[in-house]
């Protein structure tokens, strides 16, 4: 088991680093995207020019510059090339807003996606099923942009219901944290609610057709322990695994959209303006962060796996 | 009830699944009857899912016809704007834009039935010029993931190895970031001066740029589960008695393995789709996609979001028109994954 754990550790870190070098390279590759352009503005002279090659080190060879940037970035000392600011203080800035919308939305979709799937697959065919199964693929559908702008005109505008944007720190206060958070929390679980309901619905009814369930049946077990027990155990393998990467992606600034139209300051808009000014060390950080987040929660995902089904413990 | 035992299909893979169909299920089926019959017979019958292909049909026709539409219906252009004029609307006279700079809402009449932009430009008429370019970057977005996912994960998938473990790093790469935030990258990149590889060479702005960022983003979604199934066929028999007879890894590749990847690929095809216009409609609404005036749904929506709450209708028209596109192939293509693979849609005692 150790072992399994240490070769998943391992080869996690193979792929941070692959991330971390190929961003690096990608933003060096761009046509035009010589930062120090972008640092003298439009009317540097090549002395001037040549000045801040030096200054910043970009006059270094690729590799040097990488492991400069990278040491920095674990120093919590990298300066954005575009703001001269400190991004760990970015982060930290705005890291809880997204943190807190991950949380609430991670655990909402979640619990009504694992519930949904499992009504539907129950009633497989009837009619709650065919309703279940209509709202979920227009959930699927739902551009997430336009139902937060739905939410925010008929709820925020109209009925007055909920704030109309920004984000309340929890540690200032708790209920208006909440109050600012509910609105972008339920628009942004519809689309995974939608899928997982989908995905534990098939994945339920492939169960229900495996022999082990027809022998916890032949023993006499109550209808209620076989689903729970025997097929629900196996059939949220699959989502389980979603979770993870969903996750990890809104922790990363996936949730870019509904961060920008509810105006929450995370992490997603701090990564868009990042990128559109071509800032290389701040980009760096968010995708590494993403990735962390990707590869971590993979991990720990696998190693549960592990845990409960021994079967891929030995395979791999 | 749920006690009731469970019926269902012989197990077996995707492609083997459809012609061992057992025929209690749906009734008499005359034998002989190829997979893909059998699939479109299933498919025939399912009338939800025949009904949102069908709007997704006529929305691509509505749009296919804009400039019709703009001539004859509206008279009008794509850009052409009325920001100074009045119009007709129940015997009243309205301003196309009020002196507060409020574009008028939908008149549900020939000339801005849908209602103005805030420069006085007919909504109707950029709805169908917009989904033109929604819908091509969609549909060719999702042609160059099909084909590079397909492609990619099956020379993972068979020859495994060295070329496996690099392939499947890099769609371990490309998938470990967010795909809204990998697209921005992309868009990024390649819109501040547009771009020179070789001969090609691409203004920024140009349709091109966003038809290969969404392109590039949802290949592993694609390509993994590929290999997997090609992991699996490499194994089968018939593949090996194709090696045996001294055939090509190409033919073997093109001839024996890609029939049986064709049931994935057509399960695929609309959920990348659905997506690809989604993606596109996020990156546009986040400016790294289309870019203004170029009309899309996603820049309308940006431009409408602008306008809450003064003119809601400048939000409602075109992410209505998006909405429903994408829920039309997305219940099609549940219907066709039901068609194609019938234990999908296992009956709970129904005997």
């Known amino acids: 088991m150790s072992r399994f754990i240490l070769r998943r550790l391992i080869s996690a870190a193979g792929v941070l680093l692959a991330i971390s070098v190929l961003t690096f390279l990608i933003f060096q590759a761009i046509p035009n995207g010589d930062p120090a352009l972008r640092l003298g503005g439009r009317l540097a002279t090549p002395s001037e020019l040549a000045n801040i090659r030096h200054e910043y080190g ?120 909440f109050t600012h958070l509910i609105a972008p929390w339920l628009v942004l679980s519809v689309l995974f609610i939608g899928l997982y309901s989908r995905v534990l619905r098939s994945s339920i009814l492939d169960t229900l057709g495996e022999d082990y369930v027809r022998t916890a049946r032949a023993k006499g077990l109550s209808e209620r322990r076989v689903l729970i027990v025997h097929v629900l155990r196996n059939s949220l393998i699959p989502i389980i695994s979603l979770w993870g990467l969903d996750f990890a992606q809104v922790i990363g600034g996936g949730a870019i959209l509904t961060e920008s139209v509810f105006n929450l300051h995370g992490v997603g808009q701090f990564a868009a303006e990042s990128i559109g000014r071509l800032d290389i060390p701040s980009v760096l950080v968010i995708v590494l962060l993403t990735a962390f987040a990707v590869v971590l929660l993979g991990a720990i995902v696998d190693i549960l796996y592990a845990v409960l089904d021994p079967r891929i413990r030995l395979s791999s | ?155 993972a998938g068979y020859f495994g190895g060295l070329l496996d473990a690099i392939l499947s790093r890099g769609f371990d790469v490309i998938w470990a970031y967010p795909p809204v935030i990998l697209g921005i990258a992309l868009g990024a990149v390649l819109n501040i001066d547009g771009i020179t590889i070789g001969p090609i060479e691409l203004q920024a702005g140009s349709l091109v740029i966003p038809i290969a960022i969404v392109g590039i983003v949802y290949i592993p979604y694609v390509a993994k589960p590929i290999r997997g199934l090609v992991l699996g066929l490499r194994q089968r028999e018939f593949v090996d008695a194709a090696r045996q007879q001294g055939l090509s890894h190409t033919r073997i590749m093109f001839g024996e393995i890609l029939p049986n990847l064709a049931s994935m690929i057509i399960v695929f095809l609309p959920l990348i789709l659905a997506n690809a216009i989604l993606l596109e409609a996020a990156l546009s609404y986040l400016g790294a996609g289309i870019q203004p005036p170029n009309p899309s749904w996603g820049t309308m929506i940006s431009e409408g979001i602008r306008e809450i709450p003064a003119a809601i209708h400048l939000t409602l028209v075109p992410g209505i028109m998006l909405l429903l596109t994408v829920l039309g192939i997305n219940v099609f293509g549940d219907g066709v994954r039901d068609a194609l693979d019938p234990r999908a849609k296992i009956r709970i005692g129904r005997r």
């Not at chain 1, 920095?72 to 300066?79: D, P, W």
């Not at chain 1, 497989?124 to 099923?129: I, M, N, Q, S």
């Not at chain 2, 019959?37 to 006529?58: D, I, M, S, T, Y």
Request: contains cysteine; charged residues 15%.
């Open chain 2, 1 to 155: 009830m749920a006690t009731d035992p469970v019926i269902r299909g012989p197990a077996g893979e995707l492609s083997g699944v459809i012609s061992s169909e057992p025929a209690a299920v749906e009734g008499q089926v005359p034998p002989g009857l190829g997979p893909y019959q059998l699939a479109w017979r299933r498919l025939r019958r399912n009338r939800v899912a025949l009904a949102f292909g069908a709007l997704f049909v006529v929305i691509v026709v509505l749009c296919l016809l804009a400039p019709l539409y703009a001539k004859d219906v509206a008279h009008t252009t794509l850009a052409a704007n009325h920001i100074t004029e009045k119009i007709e609307v129940g015997g009243k006279s309205k301003e196309v834009v009020s002196l507060v700079g409020i574009p008028i809402g939908p008149t549900w009449h020939s000339r801005f039935l849908l209602g103005a932009d805030k420069d006085g430009r007919d909504i109707a008429v950029r709805l169908l010029y917009g989904g033109r370019n929604s819908l091509e970057i969609g549909a060719l977005a999702t042609f160059i993931t099909v084909i590079l996912g397909v492609l990619l994960g099956t020379l």
């Open chain 1, 58 to 177: 970009f006059d270094q060879p690729i590799y040097v510059q990488y492991v400069d940037t990278m040491e920095k970035i674990f120093n919590g000392t990298v300066v954005s090339y575009t703001q001269g600011i400190n991004i760990d203080e970015q982060i930290r800035r705005v890291l809880p807003a997204t943190l807190s919308l991950a949380l609430g939305a991670g655990f909402i979709w979640l619990f009504l996606g694992i519930l949904f799937g499992v009504l539907t697959a129950i009633t497989a065919g009837r009619w709650l099923d065919r309703v279940l199964t209509i709202l979920a693929l227009v959930g699927i559908s739902f551009p997430v942009f336009f139902l937060a702008a739905l939410v925010l005109y008929y709820l925020g505008f109209k009925a007055g219901i909920i704030p109309l944007s920004g984000y309340v720190p929890l540690t200032e206060d708790p209920w208006g944290w």
